[in-house]
Each structure stands twice: as C-alpha cells, then as structure tokens.
C-alpha cells in the first residue's frame, strides 16, 4: 500500500530564508506525488506533482520539489520564504485503481518577520 | 480557471439528524470524490465515484454514508444519523481524464460540518 511519511509536524523560518519541507514516500509502483497547501480555513490547493516526468518539479509560489527514487524522498524547498507561505503543507501520494490520494499527516510552517 | 464548489461552506447540526453536503464537480470530469479532515489531523479519503457508481470506499464510509450524482452536475454526500464523530471538514474533489494526473485533482473549498 502507497503511504507518505512528513518528518515534520512543525518547521519555523524566518522571512527570506530557505524552506525545507520533507517527505518520505513508499510505494510499491510508480508513484505519482503531490504537494498540496491549505492555508486556515481554506482548500486545498495543488502546488505541484510528479508523474514520472523530470524529476525537479517546479510549482506555483516559487516551490519545488525533487523526486529522488534512490532515497524515496519528495522534499519540498523554496529559496527565500515569505510571510504568506505560513499554512500547512500535504505530501501526498496516489494509489493504483481508480487513484485515490493519500494524505501525510503534514508539516505546519510558520514564517516570522 | 474551473472551479469545484461545495455548498454550505458551514453547516450545524444535531445529533442524529441526516444532513446533505452538495458538491458541483468540473463539468467533464468523470471521477468524483468525498474526503474528509477532522480538526488537526490529516485529510482522509472517504470514497470514490465513476460512472454512476461507487469504485472504492475507505472503512469510515460505513452504511451511514452515502453519496449519489442525481443529475449531470451535482454529486452529494449524506450523513443519515450524524454522530459527533462526524465533525469535520468535508471536502470534494474531481478528477478528468487525460495522461497521467495532466488534469490533476481539483479540490473544492471544503464543508465544515459541526454536530451538536
């Protein structure tokens, strides 16, 4: 069964700075894998995906996020925060059949001035 | 850019009442999907829909679950005798066809359900 694994409950940064956000995944197929962001009491709303294409994938806001088969990793990064990226950010992974998502647990990032 | 919308975006209720949440999918899209977040934990996949059936459903959508598409635009899920388990945020989710996730999920804004 696919799952993902977000090593993070919690990551503060400051405005400018870098931002990693990581993920483990585990599959037994090809996966096809997602970043989504929900910020409060809103949607959620795709950032980017990997479907077996390049494996650097560029997304909105200025993310991205690299598929590395060898470490099972979809990290998540952004070279220079701003206040507006605080939200909580879903890796996410599909299932084969009719392709389901499934949901981390998330990383919740908090951006100080 | 299209869009999902779900309606109510809050909704309270009583314990033991039957409620609806209703959901306007992305017009050609064929899968459909309920999923729900209780507060503070992840988002869980609660069922799927193609072609006028269900395709796959998790252990939580149990027989007090349903959902239906009773007509070419909306696709509804009712809750028949609310718990206060049940409180959560309710989301809805299309998915068209095309290579590979090309197309992509398209979530809507989400319902929050509160029972009381």
């Known amino acids: 069964a696919q799952s993902v694994t977000q090593l993070d409950s919690h990551v503060s940064v400051s405005e400018g700075t870098p931002v990693l956000l990581r993920c483990n995944y585990s599959?037994?197929?090809?996966?096809?894998l997602f970043w989504y962001v929900q910020h409060p009491n809103k949607g959620l709303q795709l950032l980017l995906k990997y479907t077996s294409a390049a494996t650097l994938v560029k997304g909105i806001n200025g993310f991205e996020a690299e598929f590395k088969k060898s470490e099972t990793s979809f990290h998540l990064t952004k070279p220079s925060a701003h206040m507006s990226d605080a939200a909580e950010y879903f890796c996410?992974?599909?299932?084969?059949?009719?392709?389901?998502?499934?949901f981390g647990t998330g990383t919740r990032l908090l951006v100080s001035p | 850019e299209p869009e999902v919308t779900q309606t109510p975006s809050h909704q309270v209720t009583q314990m033991g009442q039957e409620v609806i949440l209703r959901c306007v999918p992305i017009?050609?899209?064929?899968?459909f999907y309920w999923y729900r977040q209780i507060l503070g934990q992840k988002v869980e996949f609660l069922v799927s829909f193609y072609n006028n059936e269900i395709s796959e459903k998790s252990e939580i959508f149990d027989d007090q679950f349903s959902v239906e598409r009773p007509d070419g635009s909306n696709f509804t899920l009712k809750i028949r005798s609310t718990k206060l388990e049940d409180s959560a945020m309710y989301f809805c989710a299309s998915r068209g066809t095309g290579t590979g996730f090309s197309g992509g999920y398209t979530f809507g804004s989400g319902t929050r359900l509160t029972v009381v």
């Open positions: 996410v992974v599909t299932t084969t059949g009719f392709q389901k998502l499934v």
């Open positions: 599959s037994s197929y090809s996966p096809s």
């Open positions: 017009s050609n899209h064929l899968y």
